[in-house]
Every structure is written in C-alpha cells, then in structure tokens.
C-alpha cells in the first residue's frame, strides 16, 4: 500500500504534518493527567517550611539554654560575665549578640558596650598575632630578626609576620608585651600591673596609651 503524503499548500508554506501534532498533544494530556493537584504541591511546601521552622525553633532553643545556664552561673569559668553586644552588620544594620568576657580584661573593657576603633585595633593585633604564630614558643624571635627563615613555614603565616615587621621596634619592647598579654593573652588590667610592678589604677591610662599607639602603627603602615 502506497504510503500518503500530506498534501501540498497552494501558497508554498511548509506543510505540516497532523500525525506529529495529534501526538504532542497526547503527551501533553499524558502529563496533565500524571500531574499531582495544585492544593497538594502547596501542602508539600507548607510543611517543607514548617519543618525548616522547627529546626530553627530547636536551634534557637538550645542556644537560649546555654546562654540561660551562663547567666545563671555568673557567666562561666574563670569569672567571666555575658554582655549583650551591639554587631555592625552593616551600614544599616545592627545585630545583638551575647558576648563573654571577664571583667578588666581588654574584651570587657572595649567590646562590652561601645565597640569603638581601639576595640577594632586591638582585635586586628591579636588576630595577626595569632596567624602568625607567636604563640609558638620556638618563632618568638621572627619579628626581631630583619630576615628569618622560611623554610616549612605557610605563606598565610609569613604575610603576617611581614605585616607585624617592626611592631616590636616601634613601639618598644614594654607597651608591645602589653599588649600581648591585654589583646591576646586575655589577661585583666589588674593582673599586667602586677606583672610589672604597679597598680591597676595606673595601668588602665598606660594600656589605653599603649592602643592608641598600635592604632598609629597600622595607620602609618597601611595594617587593619
């Protein structure tokens, strides 16, 4: 049997094919059919939110017990105290969070209410100082030398040291151990006076002096 041919238009368009038309629209009824109701996908993504929230909700619960415990143990260990801080999040905005700190310590001091630019300076020391490694015991004379070795030693790590180069110098081999000791040993204001000798009272002028200072220092060398 001969096969039949769509017939030709008299307009010379393409002439279409009804079988490829009727079978599109099969499918698609096909589909139609398969799909689930519009109320059901709703319902689906109610309870997907619903299930989000109640993570959250437990989340944000055991995070309330813990803060709860804190408050009701004075804070912690060590005597250390929650504040509620105020977060620059952005231009516009602002977060609160809790923050623990012992009380004379340079956290409690700067960060407790007003997180002003020596709070800022502070917090930038102690983080390179840390990415460098002066914690370390055995790299406590890298910043001294004007070249140590860099065999081993991670480039993170050696950026820092570069930026940290004459911190010692510039300020002097006293204001700088203070610092230490007040932005990234933690140590309270009481406790470096008795280190060297003298009082808490005259201590807390002496370290706000000592941040101003590092504050110079990162201005001048670009640091921050």
């Not at 109640?54 to 619960?61: P, S, W």
């Not at 007003?114 to 015991?137: I, N, P, Y």
């Not at 050696?158 to 151990?177: H, N, W």
Request: one cysteine or more; aromatic letters at 4%.
């Amino acid at each position: 049997m001969k096969e039949r041919q769509p017939a030709k238009r008299i307009d010379g368009a393409r002439a279409i094919s009804l079988v490829d038309v009727r079978s599109r629209r099969a499918l698609m009824r096909q589909a139609a059919k398969m799909a689930p109701p519009i109320e059901d996908t709703r319902v689906a993504d109610a309870w997907a939110r619903q299930d989000r929230r109640d993570i959250a909700r437990k989340r944000d619960e055991a995070e309330e017990k813990r803060t709860r415990r804190l408050k009701s143990d004075g804070g912690g260990k060590e005597g250390t105290r929650l504040s509620a801080v105020s977060i620059k999040i952005s231009a516009e905005r602002r977060d609160r969070m809790a923050m623990r700190s012992r009380p004379g310590t340079f956290e409690w001091r700067y960060g407790r209410n007003k997180q002003d630019a020596l709070f800022h300076v502070g917090s930038c020391l102690a983080r390179l100082w840390e990415k460098a490694g002066m914690t370390v015991s055995s790299s406590s004379d890298l910043l001294k030398a004007p070249g140590g070795s860099s065999v081993d030693i991670p480039e993170s790590r050696l950026i820092a040291i570069d930026e940290l180069k004459g911190f010692r110098d510039e300020l002097g081999v006293k204001p700088s151990e203070r610092l230490i000791d007040y932005c990234v040993s933690g140590l309270t204001t009481a406790e470096i006076a008795v280190k060297h000798g003298t009082k808490e009272r005259d201590m807390a002028p002496v370290l706000h002096q000592d941040l101003r200072d590092c504050a110079g220092f990162f201005l001048r060398h670009g640091l921050g």
